[in-house]
């Protein structure tokens, strides 16, 4: 039995974020330690004789804005209603040519984030010994020591947030022994370099834009020694027998209209102004706000291990379950660092970090909205980081903005719709190929994050200023979109794709085009009942709730398959590839929760033969993002160990020596391994989702404690209707629960079978215990 009492127990971090550590240098970028401030970053190698800091920034695009009608497909209003038709008659190849002929988009100057040139420091040093690097996750502070010759010498870098630089200190314990020269070097767009560290250029390239629009790029360094004398060339810096030095790194572009050189300067002065300690100061300060928010103790790792052998022994079984706590912080480090309030965009396919090999891909570092650019985001909220989420709600406005013409011009339809790709101007036109170009519930699915972050706030301001204009617009889309299926009187989507996937039509036919797939079906629900609830909260637009209720209600229902499966089509079609990586339609599971065990619980049953089907076949694309899902998936399932097994894959089968998760090589089209922010979000939002899940009605303690974490403790996590949420427990049962309320309702607690119906005042914490 569960009960609650009052309590003054703070609400604090008991134990330290965690630090990643290696005892050697870095030869590779997924060896490379990553910093960022929202907006600039950098992966810092930790070299020695050679430091190298690979840079990169958001607003760095190839490509350029242009209007909708330039990417549709002319005469494709015409053809929507013929494709439908034949759908609905069963010919599903001719849909198929049809929709391949007319559907599609095109994206001549649609582009991608660029890399920047590396920042590199040559010291020239001999053999070095007592070799150590870290990436401090609470501070955001990376630093790099060694000894050469019985001098030792330390390096700190850091991206400050507040002052929105990177910052290189450079220091040593004997007098006059810090000599080097640094440079920009390895641009992979055109562009010169100016007297010390200095670089102008624009950021072009040929293989997704036209090779001329893209923005235009200034990266300006400062380098200020104490001692020793310092010299200044065309294109770098050197510097001999100094004490320390700092080195103050600023990047502009003309994001937005703004002047890139005045951008640099400004920021160069005010940080020299400031000085180093200020500057560091204010970054730690800055950035450990938000690391503490939250503390995970699994009570076993590893932390005097090197990661990278800690990440190898896991792979071998050997039990570290502090590392997997570790990569839940790392998660919530990369959010802090890659998407902050004020971010002019939200985190890319690889977050703020460009390796310069997906936008050399076919699929390009951009913003992918059939599972990537959501997942980005799934740690934010139940990890408390709600403010980094804003970059997404900005970026949004400018999507729906976009995809109304998009409506208009394609289906003939009010509201508002993205496809599956995005760029930084908010393209909103199908895609370039079938398979994947015709998810037409792409940007209705990022949308859903509005009223999550509401669910979680409660704050009516921002449901009424930012949410409900995008919300109300999607769903007037859907409400359009949705036809009647001649067959049973109830409405589908359509025509559109299950993302990526393909099946087997009747005919023997190869197809990916269809009406009624659940992926839609998933999405129509979410955003028509987020709308009217919405609107029910902001007492507004009467009339549209009870067209919304009257829609839901005909809704086609979800659907189990001749195998026991979760079908992902209407009809009960074969996949084409069964071991396909993308499981649209288990996003009913996750993160929706119009499937779960205890209230639709065939359908929980059939969610899992889908996912034991996909990982059985031959070939199953196994790769971050897929197993960041099955471990969500397996969590919304209740079961613990299950989830483990995804969580623990993740780690060890895709994420590299750094721990950053990766696009496995030979999926997608991909030549190698390839990094993706998505992994590594979706991995924290994973643990979350072991110990804490809620609805605006109920909160779950311990919903999926895997069995080889019996003894723990968790600060911080959030939960929806404004709470925030303490846990300890021991030999797998919970010890006491801190539930600390910022607004009044009735909620109930659960943990197992056991419920609590209570009302949690504002500021009013309770502790819950059971007997």
């Not at 600039?40 to 930790?46: A, C, K, S």
């Not at 993205?418 to 370039?432: E, F, K, L, M």
């Not at 949410?467 to 889309?477: D, I, T």
């Not at 007492?539 to 001749?562: F, N």
Request: charged fraction near 20%.
């Amino acid at each position: 039995m569960l009960t609650a009492s009052p309590t003054t127990e703070p609400h604090r971090a008991v134990v330290p974020v965690g630090t990643l550590w290696y005892d050697r240098p870095a030869e590779r970028w997924f060896e490379a330690l990553p910093i960022g401030n929202g907006r600039l970053g950098g992966m810092v190698y930790g070299g020695a004789p050679a430091e190298r800091i690979d840079l990169s920034e958001s607003t760095v695009w190839s490509g350029g804005p242009s209007p909708s009608s330039a990417d549709l497909s002319p005469g494709a209003r015409e053809q929507v209603p013929k494709v439908r038709k034949l759908l609905f008659a069963g010919e599903y190849a001719k849909a198929q040519q049809l929709a391949a002929d007319h559907l599609l988009g095109t994206r001549a100057s649609f582009g991608t984030n660029l890399p920047l040139p590396h920042l590199s420091l040559s010291f020239g040093h001999g053999p070095v010994t007592n070799y150590r690097r870290a990436l401090d996750l609470e501070t955001g502070l990376t630093s790099v020591t060694y000894e050469v010759d019985e001098v030792r010498f330390t390096r700190e870098v850091f991206a400050s947030h507040p002052h929105g630089v990177i910052a290189v200190h450079l220091t040593a314990d004997r007098p006059r022994a810090l000599s080097f020269t640094t440079e920009l070097a390895g641009s992979v767009f055109p562009g010169r370099v100016g007297p010390g560290v200095a670089f102008s250029g624009r950021a072009v390239e040929s293989l997704h834009s036209d090779g001329t629009a893209g923005s235009l790029v200034e990266i300006r360094g400062h380098v200020e020694a104490h001692g020793g004398t310092t010299t200044v060339a065309e294109g770098r810096c050197e510097v001999a027998g100094a004490d320390s030095v700092v080195l103050c790194v600023a990047v502009g572009t003309d994001w937005d209209g703004a002047d890139p050189v005045r951008q640099v300067e400004e920021l160069l002065a005010a940080a020299v102004g400031a000085g180093y300690d200020e500057i560091r100061a204010a970054h730690v300060d800055d950035h450990s706000r938000l690391m503490r928010r939250v503390s995970l103790d699994l009570h076993d790792g590893q932390d005097d291990v090197p990661t990278d052998r800690r990440r190898e022994r896991l792979a071998a079984g050997e039990q570290d379950e502090g590392l997997l706590a570790l990569y839940f912080q790392y998660g919530r480090y990369l959010t802090v660092a890659g998407s902050r309030a004020d971010s002019p965009l939200p985190l890319a396919l690889q977050g703020l970090w460009n390796d310069g090999l997906a936008s050399g891909a076919s699929w390009s570092n951009d913003f992918h909205l059939d599972v990537n650019t959501q997942q980005n985001y799934w740690a934010a909220e139940p990890t408390n980081l709600a403010e980094c989420h804003t970059p997404l709600f900005r970026f949004l406005e400018r999507l729906a903005d976009s995809g109304r013409s998009t409506a208009t011009g394609m289906y003939d339809a009010p509201g508002w719709v993205a496809h599956t790709v995005t760029n930084a101007w908010g393209y909103s036109a199908p895609g370039t190929a079938m398979g994947w170009g015709l998810n037409v519930t792409g940007g209705t699915w990022l949308a859903t994050h509005l009223w999550e972050h509401y669910e979680y706030g409660g704050d009516t301001t921002f449901l009424r200023e930012v949410a409900y204009p995008v919300l109300r617009e999607a769903a007037l889309f859907l409400l359009a979109y949705l036809s009647e299926d001649p067959a049973t009187g109830l409405l589908v989507s359509g025509p559109s794709e299950s993302p990526e996937n393909w099946f087997v039509a009747p005919d023997g036919s190869r197809c990916s085009v269809a009406m009624g797939n659940t992926v839609d079906r998933v999405f129509t629900e979410a955003i028509l009942t987020d709308c009217g609830a919405a609107a029910e909260v902001l007492g507004l637009d009467t009339e549209l709730r009870v067209e919304i209720e009257a829609a839901l209600a005909r809704l086609s229902p979800y659907r189990i398959g001749r195998h026991g499966q979760l079908q992902e089509w209407l009809h009960d079609f074969e996949e084409a590839d069964p071991a396909h990586r993308h499981t649209s339609h288990l996003c009913a599971l996750y993160p929706e929760r119009q499937i779960t065990p205890r209230s639709t619980p065939d359908l929980a049953g059939a969610a899992e033969i889908t996912i034991e089907r996909r990982q059985s076949a031959d070939g199953w694309e196994q790769t971050e993002w897929v197993e960041a899902n099955f471990a969500l998936f397996y969590a919304r399932l209740l079961q613990g160990d299950k989830a483990l097994v995804h969580l623990t894959n993740l780690v060890t089968d895709a994420s590299e020596a750094n721990l950053l998760s990766y696009s496995v090589g030979g999926v997608a089209g991909a030549a190698q391994n390839i990094y993706s922010f998505d992994g590594n979000a979706g991995g924290s939002a994973a643990v979350a989702e072991l110990l804490v899940q809620s609805d605006l009605t109920e909160l779950v303690l311990l919903p999926a404690l895997p069995t080889t974490w019996p003894n723990g403790s968790v600060h911080g996590l959030r939960a929806r209707n404004g709470l925030t949420v303490d846990i300890t427990w021991a030999n797998g049962r919970l010890d006491h629960a801190t539930i600390h309320p910022s607004q009044t309702a009735p909620h109930r607690i659960r943990y197992g079978d056991d419920t609590l119906d209570i009302v949690l005042t504002s500021q009013e914490p309770l502790t819950i215990t059971t007997s």
